[in-house]
């Protein structure tokens, strides 16, 4: 059997802090099949973006985290690769989108001038005008009509729908195995967001991206995920196909999530009546939902 994309097992995270070890991860597990979405759906301060750092290899240099378990990519023990070569990874085989595209991309150069720089990480010693042609076809990809005039533009010249769509191209186009999006357009209006998943299911399935999809929403994920890890307090409670989940939420604050569902402008989560009972509720696993056999 061909390795995963991504295989995350047993994997832990803590900071040191002056009042003493701060755990986040408690021994998270989780696999990405080649071009599978996966959605992480959890509250605020849950772990979820700590769980794409590691995975992009961020958190692993900071002095104040200590990290154990495994976290392999296409197969490689990203713990056994020295520090550039996770910083070749980033922007070629994995790349991310984050939540708010103006803020992603840099004021001061044109779209044309980021997308260069883009290209050359994947392919070294591009010319601008090669990179060009591929950019425009990039911004064809993700339906922007005007390629040549937004190429041109400076990201304060387009819309926040607009930042969004280049960013997905930029993150496509060195054509990544795995993308990770943490909450991609919740800066956004809601049409504008679900426009942008719309299309990010669409060119990731083409191009059979695997997806890493992050989100405290799990009404936004219904639609774009294959299947579904609900994470609470650093620990995955509940994971399975996305519409059995759905149908027949087992995990107390699986069903407490889904009741913040129709609520998206606001309200938020609802508590757990008692959160000793969701803490300690034991894991969800799905039938015929184990963990793939390891690479090699
Ligand atoms: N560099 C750091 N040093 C210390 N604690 C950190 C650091 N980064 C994250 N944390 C803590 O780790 C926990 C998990 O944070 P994380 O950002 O992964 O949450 P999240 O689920 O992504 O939330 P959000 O949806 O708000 O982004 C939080 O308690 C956060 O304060």
Same mark, same amino acid.
């Given at each position: ?36 979405? @996966? ?13 794409? #750092? ?66 050359? #990480? ?19 990809? @993700? ?48 049409? @504008? ?92 696993? #799905? ?10």
């Amino acid at each position: 059997m061909s390795a995963p994309t991504l295989l995350i097992r047993d994997l832990k995270l803590g900071f040191r802090s002056y009042a003493g070890m701060l755990e986040v991860l408690h021994g998270i597990s989780l696999h990405i099949a080649k071009g599978e979405r @996966v959605a992480l759906v959890g509250e605020s301060g849950s772990g979820k973006s700590v769980t794409a #750092r590691i995975v992009l290899g961020l958190i692993q240099s900071l002095r104040s985290a200590r990290v154990s378990g495994l976290v392999e990519f296409e197969g490689r023990d990203l713990a056994k690769l020295s520090e550039r070569e996770r910083h070749a990874l980033r922007g070629t085989r994995m790349s991310m989108i984050f939540q708010d595209p103006t803020s992603s991309l840099n004021p001061v150069y044109t779209i044309a001038t980021q997308f260069h720089e883009v290209l050359l #990480r994947g392919s070294p010693g591009i010319s601008q005008a090669e990179a060009r042609r591929r950019a425009v076809a990039a911004l064809d990809d @993700v339906a922007i009509s005007e390629p040549e005039r937004v190429l041109d533009s400076y990201p304060f010249q387009l819309s926040g729908g607009m930042n969004q769509r280049v960013m997905i191209a930029m993150a496509l186009a060195n054509e990544p195995s795995l993308l990770i999006a943490d909450e991609p357009g919740t800066a956004l209006d809601v049409t @504008v967001q679900a426009q942008t998943l719309t299309l990010m299911r669409d060119l990731t399935e083409r191009h059979h991206t695997a997806v890493l999809f992050i989100s405290h929403n799990l009404g936004v994920v219904r639609e774009f995920a294959d299947r579904l890890y609900v994470i609470y307090k650093g620990r995955i409670v509940e994971q399975g196909p996305t519409a059995a989940l759905f149908d027949d939420p087992r995990h107390p604050y699986t069903r407490a999530l889904l009741q913040a569902v129709p609520r998206i402008t606001g309200g938020g989560i609802p508590e757990i009546e008692d959160a000793s009972e969701a803490y300690f509720a034991p894991l969800v696993v #799905r039938e015929g939902f184990g963990e793939p056999g390891r690479a090699g």
